[in-house]
């Protein structure tokens, strides 16, 4: 063959590359997730060119306004129709801009300003060395009980990059509930994991503990992640596509122009069933549900607290989030395989969760299992696979994360010489010592029992009424069995604090700054709020409740 003919075929082969399409990006719809990113992007700066001694003022003060930003953008799109009528797909394909997901990223954006309150937190441990001390780490590379640590300590050093490490992880949170394509999920899902993975290690008390509660985590969110993208691999190879609406489109059947090649991979249900299941349990790990909840227990109990309450509530609204869209938006073809699976998985959660708590002696652990049982519910309300199913979920998932950073906002206060008292036989009589914050946390617990003109009533009665009327009622019996379960050691820890003799030498109540005081106020008020008047948000959410396809 001679020169000019072999050129000749690789500049035919060329040619039609050379036309590729500018990319259209709409700004203004992508606004909330752009802010809390660049937001992040400056945190990296300060970190970088302000002084030591300036740079907590101006973390906190940075991600707060970008925060109340970010939210203020949500509100805009919304009330700009973008949640009903103007609702669509932007960025080229990659971002859902429609109810739910708007919904989902005020919850998140709300939950992780009350939790950015709980890490600026710096009165409750005593000063050191003339520094207020906050929950992280002096220096997060040093070896625990080393020199180094010991010279950070008195230097009065702080991890003051944990503020653009949180934004960095409510960016992919924002994205993930929002996803509109497979990679573009993934994407989201390292992008807010590797931040927590990070902030799960830098507790300034038990750092060992600490440390091992982060290294647990990352090997088994790595094992998730892996499994989630062999999922994504497969449905790819069924579909030719990661687009969510296209694959619908394909495992509906109603997909047209199919290549030969494609028609071929199409026939073949294993590469479907495999990679959907691949993808849905990777997105199980991140909300907890049993069997892939081994992780929640030890990560939570390790974690420095705020860390523990903001994950432990905005990690669940993100992954609850894209779960109901990959289920309701790809895969609704596939209801009758999927959903006898995930009635056995909410069955086992529910029920593994609460009776599991009863066990449990740390306060910390007990709160992680009581979210394993949670996620469980939650899931009778995605089961339904009706509007309210999706309504009554985005409801429950509020009125939970208020609640949740509330409880670990009161965790932070009961201290001993140790650090937290995180062992409940310490908060024996607490609310002889300190009526208010046992009482404060009294309510908390109600809410997460589901105790009427609690949030978590209004919560429970939405998801159980949506599942009932999709046909899952056996799954409901089920749920409010567990609910009795669970309401079992919630009140046992109130008896303890309230009729328990307080114990000589027992822990003290830390006097917190205002911003505990407001995330504690702000979990009171939201669950008070949504148990007494719950219609409105309820409307609110049945508005935001229809995805765009």
């Known amino acids: 063959m001679s020169a000019s003919a072999v050129h000749s075929l690789w500049t035919t082969a060329a040619d039609p590359i050379s036309k590729i399409d500018t990319p259209k990006i709409e700004y203004g719809q992508l606004s909330p997730t752009l802010i809390v990113v660049g937001a992040a992007l400056l945190g990296v700066l300060i970190e970088a060119v302000v002084p030591r001694r300036s740079r907590y003022y101006a973390q906190v003060f940075t991600a707060v306004v970008a925060l109340v930003a970010s939210f203020a953008a949500v509100v805009a799109l919304a009330a700009g129709g973008y949640a009903t009528t103007k609702s669509g797909i932007a960025a080229m394909g990659a971002i859902a801009v429609d109810g739910p997901a708007l919904f989902l990223q005020g919850t998140i954006l709300l939950t992780a300003l009350v939790g950015l309150f709980t890490f600026a937190e710096r009165r409750l441990d005593p000063a050191a060395h003339g520094n207020r001390v906050d929950s992280f780490a002096a220096q997060a590379a040093s070896v625990p009980g080393g020199e ?8 009065g050093f702080t991890t003051t990059e944990v503020f653009p490490l949180l934004m960095f992880a409510v960016a992919g949170m924002l994205i993930f509930p929002s996803a509109n394509d497979l990679l573009t999920l993934f994407i989201a899902l390292e992008v807010f994991s590797l931040p927590l993975y990070l902030m799960c290690a830098l507790a300034r008390r038990k750092r060992l503990m600490s440390q091992e509660a982060a290294v647990k985590y990352f090997l088994l969110g790595a094992f998730a992640s892996a499994f989630t993208l062999f999922g994504i691999a497969l449905l790819y190879g069924y579909a030719g596509s990661v687009s969510y609406g296209t694959i619908a489109r394909v495992v509906d059947g109603t997909a047209t122009d199919v290549s030969p090649v494609l028609a071929d991979t199409m026939g073949n249900d294993a590469l479907l069933l ?18 892939f909840h081994m992780w929640t227990p030890d990560v939570y109990q390790g974690a420095p607290t705020p860390v523990t309450g903001f994950m432990a509530a905005a990690t669940k609204v993100a992954a609850f989030g894209a779960l109901l869209r990959i ?10 395989d999927w959903r006898p699976v995930m009635w056995s998985v909410a069955i086992v959660t529910m029920l593994g969760g609460a009776i599991i708590a009863i066990t449990q002696t740390d306060i910390k652990r007990l709160l992680a299992y009581s979210s394993i049982a949670h996620a469980g519910f939650i899931l009778a309300g995605v089961i339904a696979t009706t509007p309210d199913g999706v309504s009554s979920v985005l409801f429950y998932l509020a009125a939970y994360s208020f609640v949740t950073i509330g409880a670990f906002a009161v965790v932070t206060l009961v201290r001993d010489a140790g650090g937290e008292a995180t062992h409940l036989s310490k908060w024996a009589g607490l609310g002889r010592r300190s009526p208010l914050v046992a009482a404060v946390f009294a309510v908390f617990l109600l809410a997460f029992a589901g105790i009427p003109l609690t949030s978590g009533f209004a919560g429970k009665f939405a998801v159980f009424k949506a599942a009932a009327e999709g046909g899952a009622a056996p799954l409901v019996v089920v749920g409010v069995i567990s609910s009795a379960i669970a309401a079992f050691f919630y009140i046992r820890v109130i008896v303890l604090m309230f009729f328990s003799e307080p114990r000589p030498g027992g822990p003290t109540v830390a006097v917190p700054s205002p911003l505990t005081m407001t995330a504690i106020g702000v979990g009171v008020a939201v669950t008070l709020v949504l148990g007494v008047a719950p219609q409105y948000f309820l409307d609110l959410a049945g508005q935001a409740g229809v995805f765009v396809r």
């Open 148 to 155: 180094s640590e010991k010279a950070a300590v008195k230097a």
């Open 274 to 291: 495999i990679g959907s299941a691949l993808i849905v349990m990777g997105l199980l790990f991140k909300v907890g549900a049993v069997p």
């Open 327 to 336: 289920l309701y938006v790809v895969l609704p073809g596939l209801r009758w």
